[in-house]
């Protein structure tokens, strides 16, 4: 047992345990300052029950400020695919000392990683007099430890998991804040047996406020290959880490602590390579997904800076074509580095898969990352169907059970061979360049094909949808609407620009349909609103549904309306979406029909809709997907 300080005496007066939480643990103390202490947030023996779930437990921090100097992991890649820590202004209160963040999510609001582990990682290398600062002044009246277990195999014999971590904590103040710097990607799609395919993260580091980075972390999943990060500044391009994603997933130490300024691009290169993959892959959770993280770790002014900071995709994709040479190339292990840091679990011909979300914005969507998440296998979510005023539609000659049925069919199609029958067997065809010249686009959220083959784009120009877009309770932060045309036609064989329009009507374009009849539908998060405007475009729709910039969950409102589909009939479906989880029903007028939500037990789907982000019809076979 390490020494008692007065200070240790004084946190346990002050920290109400949420989780089962011991104090102390064998680390030797001696190597810290006699002013610390040391705390573990440990999982209170929890029993995962599937592959891939995500269990989380949570400590109250009821003081103004401590400070976490080291972490040291409690825990082992054999039962531990990964762990985050998370600082929570607020959770949600939950029966039980552990739940299952996978389908309840970490905080409640904002939440900001402090931590995160995996591969059998060592501790970090934090510089002296430089601490991660939680407790009520720092907005973090929570931790929150999340663990991902891949595989539930050390636990069939009905052994229990404590695995976290200690944390290396001090009442006095710090001279430098401690932060972490995402960049995450939220666009990735490797095709089959692809090689060095990249994905691309920029920003322009906007804060007043420098930070000094000083440790880097990558983190992907099994295709993996090189992640790399950088620093451009005046058009020139210092490089700040390069890691392969199958080493430990430590934080490793940069070359020197490199200042990141207001105006300077921050930017990280991930190479991936599938060989022996049959299927396309994309961003997701699961470890047949993949992702592509770099992070950094930093300190700041202690007044002035900010804990976290986050880079979500390619904000400005020109800037990679004077990337350094060598992106693909693996960097050389580093120095303590061993072979069996990346051993083999005993049932697996492959290394350990870890499968981080992104900063868990699957469940913490409308505060950051809009990723498109699937959502995981064995959920036991039920799919209720309500009507306009609540109760249940026994009576509504509108939609019949077939529908209804079409609707979940599209969540488990195994043993479905008529589901079978529709995959397409057509592969898709690159076609180079195409198109021809630079459009100039901003971040494009939407696309899609007329009648007549011209191809319609719904992009953001200079707006970008960030963690600052919106606040906790949905409301877009801006003031104004995008001043650049925002829909953008192209011609099929040349891809060159035939028209625009759509300036200062949209705040945050997102979903884009065109129906049977070359009607255009656009969906908006920020205004919280769908559109149908003719097909030539115009500066008023011909309907609108929603009140402008107001979101609620009723029947005249929506909160970030995802995408729409459109019968022939001209009745049509909203995804709704990133806060609200529901399928809307309405008449060609505009009329309210059927809600589909996950609350009930009308129907039996595989998978909740967590975020139901996008609609498809096949109208011959009455089947909706989503």
Known sequence: MFPVTRNYCLLLLFISFYGCMGYGGSSDQSMYDEDTFMQDILMPGVQPSQPDDYLCTAMSIPVDNIYIVDFIPRATMDTAHHLLLFGCDSIETHKSKAWNCGSMGTCNGPSKIIFAWARNAPS?????????????????????????????????????????????????????????????????????????????????????????????????????????????????????????????????????????????????????????????TQVGPTGHDEMCNFYMMYYTDSELGSSFEQCLNNQNPQLFKKVLPGSDDPPPDPIGFEPGMMHHHHNEENPVEISIPAYDHAHDIDNGVHEDYVANEGDDVLLQLTTPMGKEATHQPETTMEEISSVAAIQSPQGDNEGQQLQSKAELQYVKNWPESDLGLGQVSGVAVDSKGTVHVFHRGDRVWDTSSFDRNNNFVGKSAIEQDTVVTLDKDTGSKKESWGASQFYMPHGLTIDQEDNIWLTDVALHQIFKYPASGATQPLLTVGERLVNGNDDAHFCKPADVAVEATGEFFVADGYCNSRIVKFSPTGKLLFVFENHGQIIQLQGPLNIPHSLTLIPEKKIKFV
């Open 124 to 280: 970090p290398d934090i510089p002296a007099d430089v601490g991660f600062r939680i407790g009520r002044e720092a907005n973090v009246n929570f931790l929150v430890l999340q663990i991902h277990y891949g595989h539930i195999e050390p636990f069939q014999d009905g052994s229990v998991d404590n695995s976290g971590l200690t944390l290396v904590m001090t009442m006095q103040r710090q001279q430098y804040l401690a932060g972490i710097y995402l960049l995450v990607s939220g666009s990735i799609c490797i095709p089959p047996h692809g090689e060095n395919v990249h994905t691309d993260i920029s920003c322009e580091y906007q804060s007043s406020t420098p930070i000094y980075a000083f440790a880097f972390r990558t983190h992907s999943h099994e295709l993996g290959r090189v992640i790399t990060g950088y620093r451009i500044r005046n058009g020139h391009w210092q490089l700040l880490g390069k890691g392969n994603p199958q080493w430990p997933q430590a934080f490793y130490p940069m070359d020197e602590e490199y200042e990141i300024k207001y105006g300077d691009m921050v930017a990280a290169r991930c190479s991936f390579s599938a060989p022996n993959r049959d299927t396309y």
